[in-house]
């Protein structure tokens, strides 16, 4: 059976830029082939269990070249499986998308082009520069500026000049001094507008302005990041004026965020609402109890009216219990049973199959749970205690230190680390790619922990939701900030409040 192969542009960079097509292919894929300019977000969404192939092309440093990266896609297609060929930007932008259907037009293999959002027209977007303005230019011109080793540029600059629109030239930093005195050559002014464009849409996003004659100069006096793209055009001198993307709260911030690999992330989606970049990587997984013994005779239990009240600890334990209690039964088995929940996630999880939380403590962590719930309940109930097989025990302590007895602690899930197939979190951590890491409980920090072996944990600066979560970051030396309170809110709050110490 012959598969399909999708050619998905990624984007520029910025997860948020990839399309909702791209998003749907990708996320049904059995291989994914990608490039080195592909975001990290982006890498964030590739399946679990699809097979990765690094295709990455950088600076004359290729990895596979592009008649193996043709192959490959034939061969795994021949193979019978879905595969995505990732790429930045859009694959028919310079991105060698024509020559790599070639091999698959031969060989009558399926296809289908998933376009993505040019960094020609994203990356001024978000450095406050439009390509086109009726007041400017009525043209754009995008221009490869990467020539082959040892051959000149085919390039018409006085045709370029002759447009007068902007110019865009995408993968040029290399040739920057060519390209200057070519359009000068050409006649085009000297002081006409020009920028180079950095890292645009990732938190690494910069920008150089000059004029044509003096860019090459001025881009000499610093080390230019790449990837970076050349504007030239009236339009450059709008940049200041309509800036808006550094000036979000976190944004130039790049954020690692650990989460439970089958959790989406509504932190990440707050984190970059405020300007941050995201990183998201699976520590930990969540997985029911295989001996579910335990927890088949409390479901019974609970049904004929045996508890007086439900403890839920966490969203993914409130999540598991209801996909295993409406197998067999419903939600009548709660009722006049109360409900506790640890915190507003767990509260909202509650909410989603239709239960309100009748309590939740005043602090948001084991500990004060079972304070707080012991004087609310009384001595004399009987409670149901659903949650991890290695639950925080001050929870359990500190009920009975109150007088609660009548407990059933029942084991629901295993708390399994996992790594990210494509990120290097080791790497990440020693090459200071991430300003700060983001911790919704101890245990992943755990995971990320176990993620990174042999990893030199004192330069991380974390950002934890509560104090369980702080102790544990504290034992691998990070240097840590707490949320007020343990939601996400808050947690997101401290973020910036740390992004603001950092910077000073």
Not at 17 to 36: F, I, N
Not at 266 to 294: C, F, H, N, Y
Not at 383 to 410: F, H, K, Q, S, W
Not at 450 to 476: L, M
Request: aromatic letters at 6%; one cysteine or more.
């Amino acid at each position: 059976m012959t598969g399909k192969v999708w050619l998905v542009g990624a984007g520029p960079g910025d997860v948020g830029l990839l399309t909702l097509r791209g998003r749907e292919v990708l996320e049904s894929a059995d291989v994914v082939v990608y490039d080195a300019l592909v975001g990290q977000g982006v890498l964030s969404l590739i399946p679990e269990n699809a097979e990765l192939i690094f295709a990455g092309k950088r600076a004359g440093n290729h990895y596979l070249r592009q008649e193996e990266t043709n192959r490959v896609l034939l061969e795994e297609a021949l193979k019978g499986k879905r595969v995505v060929r990732l790429k930045g930007g859009d694959p028919f932008l310079f991105g060698r998308g024509g020559e790599e259907l070639e091999l698959l037009c031969e060989n009558g293999v399926p296809f289908e082009i998933v376009p993505g959002i040019t960094s020609a027209i994203a990356v001024p977007a978000y450095n406050g520069i439009p390509v086109t303005h009726r007041d400017f230019c009525s043209s754009v011109h995008i221009i490869t500026g990467h020539r082959r080793a040892e051959q000149g540029y085919d390039i018409d600059f006085e045709a370029l000049v002759r447009t007068r629109g902007t110019l865009v030239f995408l993968m040029g930093i290399a040739a920057l001094p060519d390209i200057c005195r070519g359009l000068l050559a050409a006649g085009i002014e000297a002081d006409m507008p020009a920028a180079v464009l950095e890292q645009g849409t990732t938190a690494g996003q910069g920008r150089i302005l000059a004029t044509v004659s003096t860019l090459e100069s001025v881009c000499a006096q610093r080390t230019v990041r790449t990837p970076a793209i050349i504007v030239v055009g009236k339009v450059c001198a709008l940049a200041d004026e309509f800036a808006w993307y550094e000036k979000r709260p976190l944004a130039g911030v790049r954020v690692l965020l650990t989460r439970p690999k089958e959790l989406a992330s509504s932190m990440a989606a707050k984190l970059r609402q405020k300007g941050a970049e995201v990183i998201e990587i699976p520590a930990i997984r969540t997985e029911l109890t295989k001996d579910t013994t335990a927890l088949e005779a409390a479901e019974k239990h609970l049904a004929g009216g045996g508890y007086d009240w439900v403890v839920f600890t966490s969203p993914g334990g409130v999540r598991l219990f209801f996909e295993h209690l409406f197998r067999a039964g419903d939600i009548r088995a709660f009722s006049g049973v109360r409900v506790a929940a640890i915190g507003e996630g767990t509260r909202k999880a509650l909410m989603n199959v239709g239960l309100r939380a009748d309590f939740m403590p005043t602090v948001y962590d084991a500990e004060t749970l079972g304070t707080e719930l012991a004087a609310e309940c009384g001595p004399g109930a009987k409670l149901l205690i659903p949650r991890a097989a290695m639950g925080n025990p001050l929870l359990i302590e500190n009920l009975r230190r109150g007088g609660v007895t009548d407990i059933d602690e029942v084991p629901l899930y295993d708390t399994l680390y996992v790594s990210s197939p494509v990120h290097d979190t080791k790497a990440l951590i020693e090459s200071g790619g991430i300003d700060f890491a983001v911790f919704t409980s101890a245990s992943t920090v755990k995971g990320f922990v176990g993620s990174a072996p042999g990893a030199d944990f004192s330069g991380v600066r974390a950002v934890c939701i509560g104090r369980q979560t702080e102790a544990e970051a504290k034992k691998h030396g990070m240097k840590t900030w707490t949320a007020e309170k343990a939601t996400l809110d808050s947690l997101c709050e401290k973020l910036e409040q740390a992004a603001a110490e950092l910077r000073g």
